[in-house]
């Protein structure tokens, strides 16, 4: 009598959302916006400053604040192709908590792209000599109700989509539970704790992760979520 053993692994893991030649391009955009980011803030290192003081230091050091400043605005079309790899994954098991992830992070990168031009501004006025005007620009007193706009498209957005993405990616098996660890260090360290530099090298991380999941085809197999559900 002949036995024949079958690994049926293969055919419990589920299907890469991208494959071939694709799925290179879908990985470097998850890494690329993040270490623009990481670039932007380590070029600007006092990020967090007051607006007099981040003023005085973007003018003793023209060079830096020009890459930060490129960097930063280079690192938005990047930031939403990586969306789009990171909502394409998670829509298979989660539609509708990627789908409203999707609409939360597109106007939170709105509100970034509005941001960027606030601070180019800011940073054109105090290379043209006028100072107390791009202290003016950073620091708004009164921001009125564009600036009540800005806030909720970006804080807000970048908040709860990020919140909603890190479920919907955890819910996914073609995505390592550490991609979802990197993205809620992010949360709490950068829109939370304010702490810049250290919240994007976790988003950094979250992206390298994905990259090689996406790359290599990982996926957890129905064996392997079942265990995790009884563990």
């Not at 589920?14 to 694709?22: I, K």
């Not at 009125?144 to 909720?152: E, I, K, T, W």
């Not at 804080?155 to 479920?167: R, S």
Request: aromatic residues 8%; contains cysteine.
């Amino acid at each position: 009598m002949t036995v024949i053993v079958e690994d049926t692994s293969a055919r419990q893991r589920p299907a890469p959302v991208f494959t071939g030649r694709v799925r290179w391009v879908a990985a470097a955009l998850t890494v690329t916006g993040a270490a623009l980011q990481v670039a932007e803030f380590l070029l600007e290192p006092g990020g967090n400053a007051g607006a007099a003081n981040r003023i005085s230091w973007w003018l003793a050091h023209p060079d830096r604040i020009a890459f930060s400043k490129a960097a930063g605005m280079l690192a938005v079309p990047f930031l939403l192709g990586q969306l789009f790899v990171m909502v394409a994954i998670a829509r298979r098991h989660s539609r509708r908590i990627a789908t409203a992830a999707a609409v939360c992070l597109t106007a939170a990168m709105t509100g970034l792209a509005a941001i960027q031009g606030v601070e180019m501004a800011a940073l054109w006025t105090a290379r043209a000599g006028h100072r107390d005007a791009a202290v003016a620009i950073l620091d708004v007193s009164s921001p009125g109700l564009p600036g009540a706009v800005l806030f909720v498209l970006f804080f807000a957005g970048a908040l709860f989509g990020t919140v909603l993405l890190n479920i919907a990616l955890w819910r996914s098996p073609s995505v390592p539970r550490l991609v979802v660890v990197f993205g809620v260090g992010f949360v709490i360290m950068d829109l939370v704790l304010g702490w810049g530099i250290a919240g994007h090298l976790s988003a950094l991380a979250a992206g390298l992760v994905l990259a090689w999941a996406i790359v290599t085809g990982y996926g957890r197999t129905a064996h392997q979520r079942r265990w995790m559900r009884a563990h």
